[in-house]
């Protein structure tokens, strides 16, 4: 595979969201190793929770379709993280539940069979979101994606932007820069 197809997103919608700060700069670094990155916004892809009894009533909503059909197309994700009490957004979830459906209802995988994913993760405390990214990362294996061995976390995320949404800390950037090539090498 010469130039992967990469979807990126973050599992929030917050205005200020370190998570999507941080993912807007992993895409930039990742455009420059010349992969092709579409990045996306979970706000503009509103969805129902995951409710069967909802979807055999309704179908499966217009929003869960077209994200499905973004997974499919792509050869990769790139995934931000954020935590919530020790654990992974609703909303991460709910979009990962619902993309693991047929548009005609019942579980299929092949969105996320054979695929790639580098996770990141960004929260104000010591962790960095690392119990999300451990979460999403279970979730994802047991779904049949290949999970990249390195992730980046960033502890400590509510000092490290500046005004323009940048890591202030070169170090930081460098090892971003750093696993962001390792996972673009691993999927060419």
């Given at each position: 595979?010469?130039n992967?197809r ?6 929030s919608t917050r205005?200020?969201?370190f998570?999507r700060?941080l993912l807007?700069?992993?895409v930039?670094?990742a455009?420059?190793?010349d992969?092709?990155?579409e990045?996306i916004e ?8 995951m409710?069967?009894?909802l979807e055999a009533?309704r179908?499966q909503?217009?929003?869960?379709t077209?994200?499905r059909r973004?997974?499919l197309?792509a ?6 993280c954020?935590e919530y ?23 299929d ?6 695929k790639?994913a580098l996770?990141l993760g960004a929260?104000p ?8 990214v ?13 999970v990249?061995d390195?992730e980046f976390?960033?502890p400590?995320?509510?000092d490290a932007?500046?005004?323009?949404g940048?890591?202030r800390?070169?170090?930081?950037v460098d ?6 090539k ?5 999927i060419r």
């Open positions: 595979m010469s992967p990469i979807l990126a997103f973050a599992g205005k200020e969201s998570n700060k807007t700069v992993a930039e670094l455009r420059q190793a992969l092709d990155v990045h979970l706000a503009d892809f509103p969805l129902p929770f409710d069967e009894d009533e179908g909503p217009e929003n869960a077209a994200l973004l997974m197309d050869d990769a994700f790139m995934l931000a954020p009490n020790s654990s992974i957004t609703p909303l991460m979830k709910n979009v990962i539940d619902w993309c693991s459906r047929k548009e005609s209802g019942g579980g995988l092949s969105p996320y069979s054979d790639n996770l929260s405390g010591r962790s960095g979101g690392k119990r999300s451990e979460t999403v990362r279970s979730i994802l294996g047991n779904i049949g994606v290949e990249f390195k976390t960033l400590g995320a509510g932007f500046d005004d323009l940048q890591l800390d070169v170090e930081m090892a971003l820069k750093a696993i962001v390792a996972f673009s090498d691993s």
